[in-house]
């Protein structure tokens, strides 16, 4: 297991977000020039998809894989923006936006050509607007996936149950990993149908968390850890001025699946479970044998997590299809920003300086 100057093991964590998972793509490529390689990588949607281009390939063919996917989907719209911003780039970006809804996204997915309430209820076309056939041949000519599963990386997805409503991780630590586990954390309706696993429906995790930084939290050891979360969304913003201003602040809020509420929660519970330890430690002998004792005694925290959160912000120019403009200019200024915003991090004195704790959780936010 790859450990850092302080002997913590790293986690890349990563949120959904369509064509925002661009940024992802260019956070990876700086973590990777700094050396700083993941034992665990986990993903929701988009971030599915980057994980399994991380997980599913050697060190040195991941970003090639990540570039490799991310050049094609930009293939629908392969020209320069004639305008760098304002009101230009903004109608640029409306349009490809919409030219992605009439025709899709190589590799990625296709216009049911039927009509929903043409087709037989039931069905995949009665359900979705997209198939997403070309995402699955996609995922099988860039991952490799018996080194998904059986190299030295954990790998985690999640994922919704449509007939129950729970939320599931797909874990490479617990089953094997295919192609449908990824589509199926990414299947975000009505756009796409839902994917069948073990003869169950599933659809886009996102839905109800957008992020696996709780699983991560959840299921981590007492091994110290660094995660580095990456969220597309901002849950801050401004105030809209427009209706489809207001559109696109709504989908922030609901996709930002409010990390710093993660954190501070996890936080406190381990403050808490730091505090029981304490104090079951000046108990006398006599109540030990005591069940509600015993049950305490055997709650301990996990390892200390240092969090830096590298968050995807809005630009004044996008709109509330951000999350399905895939045009080749867009692409590269997100992969990009994600560079930009992993370097100017890690070159942070906060950063430099940083102690790693003893329990608990920090949260680094140096952007």
Known sequence: MTKTNHGESCVLVLQGGGALGAYQGGVFEALAAADFCPDWVAGISIGAVNAALIAGNPPERRVSALRAFWENASGRVPFAAPFEDGWGRK???????????????????????????????????????????PLRETLLELVDFDLLNDGPMRFSVGAVNVLSGNFVYFDNRDRRIGPDHIMASGALPP????????????????????????YVLDERGKHPLLVFQVDLFSARGMMPRTLAEAAQREKDIRFSSRTRLNTDVHTHIAELEAAVAHLLEKLPDSVKDDPDYRALITRRSGGPVTIMHLI???EDYES??????FSHTTLTGHWQSGKDDVISSLASPRWRRRVPPGHGIVTLDLE
């Open 320 to 325: 509330q299809g951000k999350d399905y403009e």
């Open 191 to 214: 756009g796409f149908a839902p994917v069948m696993i073990d003869g169950e429906p599933y659809w886009d995790g996102g839905i109800v968390s957008n992020t696996p930084l709780q």
């Open 91 to 133: 109608l640029f970006n409306e349009a490809a936006a919409a030219t992605v809804a009439m025709t899709g996204v190589p590799g990625f997915f296709t216009p049911r050509w039927q009509m929903p309430w043409m087709a037989l209820p039931g069905s995949a076309q009665a359900i979705s607007l997209y198939d997403t056939t």
């Open 312 to 314: 995807n912000r809005p």
